[in-house]
Each structure stands twice: as C-alpha cells, then as structure tokens.
C-alpha cells in the first residue's frame, strides 16, 4: 500500500504490535518467575561449582575468570531460550501471531526484547556477585555489567532463531544447543576480550565496539530469521 | 446484542480451487472445490484424520505444503499476505490463551494484535479507549466471563478457557471466521450463544468455515464432507477403508 494513510497505518500497527507482545510477555514472566529467575540460580550454581573446582588461588580462578562468566551466561540464556516459543506454541498464541495482520518482524523484536529485558538485566545487576566470586576487580564490574548486557542481547537474538526452528520438536533442547552454540564464537571472542584487555589495562574500545556492531546486527537481521523459522516449524 | 458494525459492505467470496494434499505418502485430500459467499458459512464434515483441521490451517494460510489454490475476492490468499489476515479471525485447536493472564488481559493483547486497526473501520471512529472497555466488558458478559475477568487463565477451566478464545468473536471486525471445533468443552447455555453470533455474523454478510460433530440449526451453513475426497484405495470405485 503506497497511499499515505496506509503507511501512516502500517507505521501504527509497527508500534502496537510490538508494544503490545512486549508488555504481554513480561507480564507473563512476571507472575512465571522460573522463566528468568531460574537462569540466574543456574549461573550463580554453575560459577560456584567452577570455584570449588579451581580452588582457593585467587590468581589461578581470576585468570580463567573471563571465559567462565562468558561461557555460563551463554549456557545460561541457551536453556531459558528453549522455553521461547514453546508456551506460544502449545497455547495457540504463536497461531494467533502469525497470523496477525500485522508484520510479524515487530511482534518478534518485541517477544525477544522482553526476553532479553528478563534475562540481560538480571545479569547486569548480578554482575557484580560474579565478579567478587571469582576474584576480579572491582573497577572492572561495570565493563563486565554492559559487556554482559550487550553480549546477552546478541544471544537472545541469535539463540531465538534456534528456538524458533526447533519449536515444534519435541526434543529441542539440545538441537538448539547444536544450532546455535557455533554462531556464539564471535560472542564468547569478544566478550571475553572485552574483560581480558580491561584487566590488562589496554583500550577496550575496539570488543566494546564489535559488541555494539554484532548487537545491532543481530536485533535488525536475526527477526527475519526467527520469523522464517518459526512460519517453518507451524507449516507441518 | 447491540449494534455492530458491518462486516463489509463489499460482497466477499473464499473460492477453494482444486485443493490436493498430500501427507506423508498418503492422500490426504484431493479435488477439493468449493465456493463460498458472504452470508454463507461452511463446515468441513469428515471422520477423525481426514483432514478438516488441514483444510482450515491451509485456508488460514498456517499451512502452505498443498497444491491448488485458494482466492480471496478472486485473489490468491497467499499473494495478499496481510491483506487476506485482516479479514481473519482463527481459532484453532489449542484455545491461544495465555494461562499466566487474565480473561480481559488475553483478550487486549489479541485485540492489538490481530483486532482490527484501532485507527478507523467502515469510516467511524473506533480508537477510543473508552468504547474499547466497553466492547471487552461485553465480550466477557456475553460468555459469562465477567466475575473472572482478573483471575489468571490458569484457575479456570478448559470450557472456561475456551470461552475466553471464543469470546474474541464478540471483538472480531473479521469477515472470515475459521473455527476449528469450537463446540469444544462448551455447554448447552455456551452452545445457543455461539449458534446465535454465528446467525448474526453471517446476517451481517461475514462468512464462517468450522468444523464440528455438533448438529447445527442455522440454514445458511453448507457442508463439504471430506470423505468424499479421499484417495479411493485402488480403481475407481475402491470401497473407502475405516
């Protein structure tokens, strides 16, 4: 539709649509605590078990302490990932979000925002009982907190295309892991970077920018993927 | 039932063109035509895996994998995407209501989703939040839903469930409504309801296609009976086995 009330029209329900799942999605996580609760615990769990494991050498646990955070938040944010679409799914809500009249591309932006807003955040704030459990600086914690709340978002925009083509499998879990887990390198590379050159003392800006690059891209182009995906997974 | 806007005041037509698909190896279907007009509605007969529920899915455009082709106003349904959804309302076999939310909270999220534009329809003006209460507040009353508007889905019971689904028809500005089984769990007080929003719907010049085991008593509803389109099981006259 080219006529200039239509676009205005479309410019609407562009907003109302993606206003609209994102509310309704962090409403539901809200009264469904487990949904972003039981990631963190998971990660809380993970990084304690990984310092009982290394041991009482504070120097030993900080030098590895880059690659753990980033690897358990990413196994992290996979798990809660499988559980994105699956409720639309068997409830009938994904139906009804296809086919809505409105672009789809929008409706997913804003289911996969809110997760990321339930997933990211909690992260973010939690950032800093990380560090302190694994021996890193204090001065780092807020480079650690943004690097973790970029890197998050890339992950759930990434991971929701696994979540989206595995949805009407019943054993999706850990095919998404399959997926998905080889598109996060680029992720774990500079997200890890980001920290070691903080500890180092070097100049984060370049990982702090391919982050920032890589979320973008990732929040424009990964919504055609999952829409794709998950109109693959309903034609069966 | 008060006043509701026309469906359209333009003639609408759903033809089924030929429709062929497969599942699997088997047949599922084949030479499916069917013409419908506004003001008629179709239910799709058939024994349990015939089909009927494929039929609807591939008239909503859930399902793409068959042959044929199905026209909206005389235009493909997949080449006028969107254009073909905002003339749509399905209900399919899981009721699309979220447990964790309330009846009237359900209800708001599909109507920005896929309720009509809030910016006009048919001319008036329907974007006001006042009047949108009022139409949500009649939704639930009409399926006896008002003293559970804001308990969470998850209280209440299949029919309960199903009603708040169905209570979207009351919302609906849809001309073509695709209902899979939507006698499902309902009782006898739900039943007369639903037989009625469907009397008025087709008055109105909208058009209904579902699929139900319920007898229906409205004259406007045709029947296409699956059966009869079936892959025959060898020669021309093969017996159908069931």
Same mark, same amino acid.
């Given at each position: 539709?080219? &006529?200039?009330?239509?676009?205005?029209?479309?410019?609407?329900?562009?907003?109302?649509i993606? &206003?609209a799942i *994102?509310?309704r999605?962090?409403?539901?996580?809200?009264? $469904?605590?487990?949904?972003?609760?039981?990631?963190?615990?998971?990660?809380?769990?993970?990084?304690?078990?990984? $310092?009982?494991?290394?041991?009482?050498?504070?120097?030993?646990?900080?030098?590895?302490?880059?690659?753990?955070?980033?690897?358990?938040? %990413?196994?992290?944010?996979?798990?809660?990932?499988?559980?994105l679409f699956r409720s639309d799914y068997e409830d009938g809500t994904l139906e009804q979000l296809l086919l809505s009249p409105r672009?789809l591309?929008?409706a997913i932006?804003?289911k996969?925002?809110? &997760?990321?807003?339930?997933?990211?955040?909690?992260?973010?704030?939690?950032?800093?009982?990380?560090?302190?459990?694994?021996?890193?600086?204090?001065?780092?914690?807020?480079?650690?907190? %943004?690097?973790? *709340?970029?890197?998050?978002?890339?992950?759930? *925009?990434?991971?929701?295309?696994?979540?989206a083509?595995?949805v009407s499998?019943? $054993?999706?879990?850990?095919?998404? !892991?399959?997926?998905?887990?080889?598109?996060?390198?680029?992720?774990?590379?500079?997200? !890890?970077?980001?920290?070691?050159?903080?500890?180092?003392?070097?100049?984060?800006?370049?990982?702090?920018?391919?982050?920032?690059?890589?979320?973008?891209? !990732?929040?424009?182009?990964?919504?055609?993927?999952i829409g794709a995906g998950l109109k693959i997974s309903m034609d069966s | 039932?008060?006043?509701? /806007?026309?469906?359209?005041?333009? =003639?609408?037509?759903?033809? /089924?063109?030929?429709?062929?698909?497969?599942?699997?190896?088997?047949?599922?279907?084949?030479?499916?035509?069917?013409?419908?007009?506004? #003001?008629? #509605?179709?239910?799709?007969?058939? +024994?349990? #895996?015939?089909?009927k529920t494929t039929l609807l899915r591939m008239v909503s455009g859930l399902t793409t994998d068959?042959?044929?082709?199905?026209?909206?106003?005389?235009?493909?349904t997949?080449?006028?995407g969107a /254009?073909f959804r905002s003339?749509l309302c399905y209900l399919g076999h899981a009721p699309g209501v979220k447990a964790?939310?309330?009846?009237?909270?359900n /209800?708001?999220w599909w109507q920005a989703t896929n309720g009509?534009?809030?910016?006009?329809?048919?001319?008036?003006?329907?974007?006001? =939040?006042?009047?949108?209460?009022?139409?949500?507040?009649?939704?639930?009353?009409?399926?006896?839903?008002?003293?559970?508007?804001?308990?969470?889905?998850?209280?209440?019971?299949? #029919?309960?469930q199903r009603?708040v689904a169905l209570?979207r028809l009351?919302?609906s500005?849809h001309?073509l409504w695709v209902l899979d089984e939507p006698?499902t769990?309902?009782?006898?007080?739900?039943?007369?309801?639903?037989?009625?929003?469907?009397?008025?719907?087709?008055?109105?010049?909208?058009?209904?296609v579902l699929t139900?085991?319920?007898?229906?008593?409205?004259?406007?509803?045709?029947?296409?009976?699956?059966? +009869?389109?079936? +892959?025959?099981?060898?020669?021309?006259?093969?017996?159908?086995?069931?």
């Amino acid at each position: 539709m080219t &006529h200039p009330a239509a676009m205005q029209a479309d410019n609407e329900s562009m907003f109302r649509i993606l &206003h609209a799942i *994102f509310k309704r999605d962090l409403r539901v996580y809200f009264r $469904t605590r487990g949904a972003w609760l039981n990631p963190l615990i998971f990660v809380l769990l993970v990084i304690t078990l990984f $310092t009982l494991g290394i041991g009482p050498d504070a120097k030993q646990l900080a030098s590895n302490a880059t690659a753990i955070i980033w690897v358990v938040a %990413l196994l992290g944010i996979m798990l809660s990932l499988d559980a994105l679409f699956r409720s639309d799914y068997e409830d009938g809500t994904l139906e009804q979000l296809l086919l809505s009249p409105r672009p789809l591309y929008f409706a997913i932006m804003g289911k996969v925002a809110a &997760h990321w807003l339930v997933t990211g955040l909690p992260m973010l704030l939690a950032s800093p009982l990380f560090a302190l459990m694994l021996g890193i600086p204090i001065s780092i914690v807020p480079l650690l907190a %943004l690097g973790l *709340f970029l890197g998050s978002g890339i992950l759930s *925009f990434v991971g929701a295309i696994g979540a989206a083509v595995t949805v009407s499998l019943q $054993t999706g879990g850990l095919l998404i !892991a399959l997926i998905i887990l080889p598109l996060y390198v680029p992720v774990i590379i500079f997200g !890890a970077g980001l920290l070691q050159y903080a500890l180092e003392g070097w100049s984060v800006a370049a990982p702090l920018m391919m982050l920032s690059g890589l979320l973008c891209a !990732a929040v424009v182009l990964a919504p055609l993927a999952i829409g794709a995906g998950l109109k693959i997974s309903m034609d069966s | 039932m008060e006043y509701k /806007l026309p469906v359209s005041s333009l =003639a609408i037509q759903l033809e /089924l063109n030929d429709l062929h698909c497969e599942r699997g190896e088997r047949v599922l279907m084949q030479n499916v035509n069917h013409c419908l007009e506004g #003001g008629q #509605g179709l239910r799709i007969a058939g +024994a349990n #895996g015939s089909g009927k529920t494929t039929l609807l899915r591939m008239v909503s455009g859930l399902t793409t994998d068959f042959s044929g082709d199905i026209r909206w106003n005389g235009r493909s349904t997949r080449e006028l995407g969107a /254009l073909f959804r905002s003339q749509l309302c399905y209900l399919g076999h899981a009721p699309g209501v979220k447990a964790a939310l309330t009846p009237i909270e359900n /209800l708001q999220w599909w109507q920005a989703t896929n309720g009509s534009s809030a910016a006009t329809s048919g001319g008036v003006k329907i974007g006001d =939040a006042q009047q949108a209460d009022h139409l949500l507040e009649r939704a639930l009353a009409t399926f006896g839903l008002v003293s559970y508007s804001h308990t969470p889905c998850a209280r209440l019971s299949a #029919g309960q469930q199903r009603r708040v689904a169905l209570a979207r028809l009351v919302l609906s500005q849809h001309a073509l409504w695709v209902l899979d089984e939507p006698f499902t769990a309902i009782d006898q007080d739900g039943v007369v309801v639903l037989e009625e929003m469907f009397d008025q719907h087709l008055l109105r010049g909208g058009m209904i296609v579902l699929t139900t085991h319920q007898p229906l008593r409205s004259e406007r509803m045709l029947t296409l009976d699956l059966d +009869a389109h079936r +892959a025959k099981a060898g020669g021309m006259n093969g017996a159908r086995s069931l």
